[in-house]
């Protein structure tokens, strides 16, 4: 069996445009919740390959720019 591939939420919390904000801020941009964003800076939530796509698209961008593995798969 092998195991769910998953993504770091590192590159979409490191964006210039999120550097000054609140973790609340972030949360309502990305629509997630402030909770989300705190396991997501502390290692304990990592993102769904569908949700690191919901994300990438939902900032303008293709997944493979943020994550540079995504086009191996």
């Known amino acids: 069996m092998t195991t769910p591939?998953?993504?770091d939420p590192a590159p979409v919390l490191d964006r210039r445009?999120?550097?000054h904000l609140l973790d609340r801020e972030i949360?309502?941009?990305?629509?997630?919740?402030t909770d989300t964003i705190r396991?997501?800076?502390s290692g304990?939530?990592?993102?769904t390959r569908k949700r690191a796509d919901e994300l990438a698209i939902g900032l303008g961008l293709?997944?493979?720019?943020?994550?540079?593995e995504w086009g191996a798969l």
């Open 5 to 7: 591939v998953s993504y």
């Open 17 to 19: 445009e999120y550097l």
């Open 27 to 33: 949360a309502e941009q990305l629509g997630v919740t």
């Open 39 to 41: 396991n997501w800076r």
């Open 44 to 47: 304990r939530r990592r993102l």
């Open 62 to 68: 293709h997944p493979v720019l943020l994550w540079p």
